[in-house]
T-cell receptor, first 118, second 112 residues
Framework: DAGVIQSPRHEVTEMGQEVTLRCKPI?????LFWYRQTMMRGLELLIY????????DSGMPEDRFSAKMPNASFSTLKIQPSEPRDSAVYFC????????????????FGEGSRLTVL | GDSVTQMEGPVTLSEEAFLTINCTYT??????LFWYVQYPGEGLQLLLK?????DKGSNKGFEATYRKETTSFHLEKGSVQVSDSAVYFC???????????FGAGTRLAVHP
């Protein structure tokens, strides 16, 4: 079975350019999460969706960041304009609903998109 | 706010040594607790979990027990292998049942 698929795996861009990261969750999963991983701050939850609806975007660092989920099989994270401090590995994860207690179940992560902003 | 604190790495061990990676969480309610593992160049994978006090999660020889009295969820393995070399993340649920908050990660290096 295909897992969570992210693209691109690596992106190098110059400051001020627009960056779009893409994610295809596991088919049938209700939840989708975007995380950012850096040495300084570790893993930070940026935003998550339930049934394509953004539920909590309190982790999005600033207005330069935006995320969409137009349908159940696709999500994007956009940075415009990008800055060097946005350099990080961005992970997408998806999960089913936990039938026992409700809410999200086990998270399945993609391999990440490594972004370098020069 | 809700948080998870885990021991700083790197942890360097010889093959067959005993492993402990400490993890404590903020005592807000009774959250489900998790250990995830990240191998080089890959995303995180669930290693084990525990959903209530005194539960023991186990997988691949790793174990962790949910200790409410000490708000801890330490990861242990009796005999590590070179293939266990990875970064290990402790995590707890927050914000209802949906948000997973991770610790900073502990890098483990096992040498033959």
């Amino acid at each position: 079975d295909a897992g969570v698929i992210q693209s691109p795996r690596h992106e190098v861009t110059e400051m001020g350019q627009e960056v779009t990261l893409r994610c295809k969750p596991i088919s049938g999963h209700d939840y989708l999460f975007w995380y950012r991983q850096t040495m300084m701050r570790g893993l930070e939850l940026l935003i998550y969706f339930n049934n394509n609806v953004p539920i909590d975007d309190s982790g999005m660092p600033e207005d330069r960041f935006s995320a969409k989920m137009p349908n159940a099989s696709f999500s994007t994270l956009k940075i415009q304009p990008s800055e060097p401090r946005d350099s990080a590995v961005y992970f997408c994860a998806s999960s089913n609903r936990d039938r026992g207690r409700g809410g999200a179940g086990e998270l399945f992560f993609g391999e990440g998109s490594r972004l370098t902003v020069l | 706010g809700d948080s998870v604190t885990q021991m700083e790495g790197p942890v360097t061990l010889s093959e067959e040594a005993f492993l402990t990676i400490n993890c404590t969480y903020t005592a807000t309610g009774y959250p489900s607790l998790f250990w995830y593992v990240q191998y080089p160049g890959e995303g995180l994978q669930l290693l084990l979990k525990a959903t209530k006090a005194d539960d023991k999660g186990s997988n691949k020889g790793f174990e962790a027990t949910y200790r409410k009295e000490t708000t801890s969820f330490h990861l242990e393995k009796g005999s590590v292998q070179v293939s266990d070399s990875a970064v290990y993340f402790c995590a707890r649920l927050s914000g209802g049942y949906n948000k997973l908050i991770f610790g900073a990660g502990t890098r483990l290096a096992v040498h033959p």
